[in-house]
């Protein structure tokens, strides 16, 4: 069974501050997505990352991928209340579907 | 259509009445996923279609769960017998899939149905 772990479930922090989170799993992915969804809404994607020790930022996100392919990592700077949500890392085997971690709920307050 | 679609938004039903939940992808899109979520939870694949044929439905918990796709487009799942272990919210996705059949494109999802079994 495939699985991937984030890493914090909750997170409860004040507007300017940093944060991470973390996707792990023992399993290799062919690419790994990281989706933001709102209350009542589907997930909306943010990122794909395809190659191993691939870096991507969008504005004050910075999405990491491991070198093996295996974790990966969501970085935001100077979090504003905007930032709230939940936060999904979806990994993709390659067989068509995605495998979904269990979510990082970020609260930020102003 | 320019997004995902998905009916009813909210449907209440009481347990062991069959309900139906629909959802029409975007145009062009010839994979289709199906997932469940419980409150404040990841998403658990249920099952996934490639054109109108499910070449993965590992994910259904049981064989009340059925599902099925027609002239490429619109899917329907369909749970028999509701239980209240089923409520949940019931979200639809679809993307592009390469020729390979590799899907490293995005999912769209929709807003899915929630689904409460009294």
């Known amino acids: 069974t495939q699985l991937l772990e984030q890493s914090p479930q909750f997170l409860s922090i004040q507007e300017g501050e940093n944060l991470t989170v973390y996707c792990n799993s023992s399993?290799?992915?062919?690419?790994l997505q990281w989706y933001r969804q709102e209350p009542g809404e589907g997930p909306v994607l943010l990122v794909t990352?395809?190659?191993?020790?691939e870096v991507k930022k969008l504005k004050r996100l910075t999405f990491q991928f491991g070198d093996a392919r295996k974790d990966s990592s969501l970085h935001i700077t100077a979090a504003q209340p905007g930032d709230t949500g939940l936060y999904l890392c979806?990994?993709?085997?390659?067989?068509?579907?995605?495998?979904f971690g269990q979510g990082t709920e970020l609260s930020v307050k102003p | 259509g320019a997004g995902v679609s998905q009916s009813p938004s909210n449907k209440v039903t009481e347990k062991g009445k069959d309900v139906e939940l629909r959802c029409d992808p975007i145009s062009g899109h010839t994979a289709l996923y199906w997932y469940r979520q419980s409150l404040g939870q990841g998403l658990e694949f249920l099952i996934y279609f490639q054109g109108n044929s499910a070449p993965d439905k590992s994910g259904l918990p049981s064989d009340r769960f059925s599902a099925e796709r027609t002239g490429g487009s619109v899917s329907t799942l369909t749970i028999q017998r509701t239980q209240q272990e089923d409520s949940a919210v019931y979200l639809c996705?679809?993307?592009?899939?390469?020729?390979?059949?590799?899907?490293?494109?995005?999912?769209?999802f929709g807003s899915g149905t929630r689904l409460t079994v009294v």
């Open positions: 990352v395809v190659t191993g020790g």
């Open positions: 996705a679809s993307s592009l899939v390469q020729p390979t059949g590799v899907s490293n494109y995005g999912y769209t």
């Open positions: 979806a990994g993709s085997t390659g067989g068509g579907k995605l495998i």
């Open positions: 399993s290799v992915f062919s690419s």
